[in-house]
T-cell receptor, first 114, second 113 residues
Framework: DGGITQSPKYLFRKEGQNVTLSCEQN?????MYWYRQDPGQGLRLIYY???????QKGDIAEGYSVSREKKESFPLTVTSAQKNPTAFYLC?????????????FGEGSRLTVL | GENVEQHPSTLSVQEGDSAVIKCTYS??????FPWYKQELGKRPQLIID?????GEKKDQRIAVTLNKTAKHFSLHITETQPEDSAVYFC????????????FGSGTRLLVRP
């Protein structure tokens, strides 16, 4: 069954701790993305990656880090430097490198900082 | 950079009526405008998109119109059904920044049976 898998679905973290959200896709897509969703603010781009071993900052990258060591995987680390990390995080991928194409989303990870 | 504004934030319609959601964008170079639907507790999914070389596109009960001069585009849903209830997001991007879709803030549509 092809798609994007995010884990965990729910995550609780204490202030000052780093946490890593997993995103795996078996769609053979080149591009992967991380978005943050807050109520009333739509989806905001954190990081994106067009190819393996390369990634770029989105609009709200501060306090986050990513890696792209494999085509299938694009984990997101929410660091202690992120001032307001409680949010819903969505991972996505797309296939049409260089051309606007459909984003395929995972089911999301809800992070709550206690 | 691009800024996308979406209205209304909430919309309630009677089943069978039409629903219209409007978005405006700021970057005149934007040329790709998708719409995503997110049902409660589910992932966003693309429902329709339009590129700047066309003014209107239809797919069964949904249609999108684009006015490049005014820099706005709209989603039209006719004969609404309860399963149309969801949050709808518009977005815009440029050809040379295809990875940087800028999303609107979303519209929560409720279709009353």
């Amino acid at each position: 069954d092809g798609g994007i898998t995010q884990s965990p679905k729910y995550l609780f973290r204490k202030e000052g701790q780093n946490v890593t959200l997993s995103c795996e896709q078996n769609l053979n897509h080149d591009a992967m993305y991380w978005y943050r969703q807050d109520p009333g603010q739509g989806l905001r781009l954190i990081y994106y990656s067009q190819i393996v071993n390369d990634f770029q900052k989105g609009d709200i990258a501060e306090g986050y880090s990513v890696s792209r060591e494999k085509k299938e995987s694009f984990p997101l680390t929410v660091t202690s430097a992120q001032k307001n990390p409680t949010a819903f995080y969505l991972c996505a991928s797309s296939t049409r490198q260089g051309v606007n194409g459909e984003l395929f989303f995972g089911e999301g990870s809800r992070l709550t900082v206690l | 950079g691009e800024n996308v504004e979406q209205h209304p934030s909430t919309l309630s319609v009677q089943e069978g009526d039409s629903a219209v959601i409007k978005c405006t964008y700021s970057d005149s170079a934007s040329n790709y405008f998708p719409w995503y639907k997110q049902e409660l507790g589910k992932r966003p999914q693309l429902i329709i998109d339009i590129r700047s070389n066309v003014g209107e596109k239809k797919d069964q009960r949904i249609a999108v119109t684009l006015n490049k001069t005014a820099k706005h585009f709209s989603l039209h849903i006719t004969e609404t059904q309860p399963e149309d209830s969801a949050v709808y997001f518009c977005a815009a991007s440029r050809e040379d920044s295809s990875y940087k879709l800028i999303f609107g803030s979303g519209t929560r549509l409720l279709v009353r049976p």
